[in-house]
């Protein structure tokens, strides 16, 4: 498994009329937190898509338990559970400041060759870098 947190402070124009943070605002704190957590590990987007892949989002699941608010510090942590094959299955919570659940969510990305529009395999040297945390499956 592999797993990294990021803090995400909340902006005002994150924010609706009711004064919560914004449903939709939550799919780009599990980007952030996935970015940052593949980037912790050595590898980004911009590096796979150099090399002519692409991770296109196949589904997405959202289970909000509790609002968060202006200025709140969240902690986005981040999971990669499964070891990857043609996906990778991203599983996140974000927690306020006081360790309070605010959401659960999922994210399914697919390997897509630029090239053929087709899912491919994870690149080889994506998995090597992975490889010593999935050592048992």
Same mark, same amino acid.
């Given at each position: ?11 005002y124009?994150?924010t609706d009329k009711? $004064?919560?943070? !914004?449903y939709?605002?939550? %799919?780009?704190f599990f980007?952030i937190?996935?970015?940052? *957590?593949?980037?912790? &590990? $050595?590898?980004t !987007?911009?590096?796979?898509e %150099?090399q002519?892949?692409?991770l296109?989002?196949?589904? *997405?699941?959202?289970? &909000?338990?509790s609002?968060?608010?202006y200025?709140d510090l969240?902690?986005?942590s981040?999971f990669l559970?499964k070891?990857p094959s043609?996906r990778?299955?991203?599983e996140?919570?974000i927690?306020n400041?006081a360790?309070k659940?605010?959401v659960?969510g ?9 090239k053929?529009r087709r ?6 040297y994506f998995m090597?870098?992975i ?7």
């Amino acid at each position: 498994m592999i797993s990294a947190t990021t803090e995400v402070r909340i902006r005002y124009s994150e924010t609706d009329k009711m $004064g919560y943070v !914004y449903y939709g605002n939550y %799919a780009q704190f599990f980007e952030i937190g996935r970015t940052n *957590m593949l980037r912790e &590990y $050595g590898m980004t !987007y911009r590096e796979m898509e %150099a090399q002519g892949i692409m991770l296109p989002v196949r589904s *997405m699941e959202i289970r &909000y338990h509790s609002p968060a608010f202006y200025d709140d510090l969240l902690t986005v942590s981040s999971f990669l559970r499964k070891k990857p094959s043609k996906r990778l299955e991203f599983e996140h919570e974000i927690h306020n400041e006081a360790g309070k659940l605010i959401v659960t969510g999922k994210v399914e990305l697919v390997f897509v060759s630029e090239k053929t529009r087709r899912p491919t395999n994870a690149p080889e040297y994506f998995m090597k870098e992975i490889e010593s945390f999935f050592e048992n499956e």
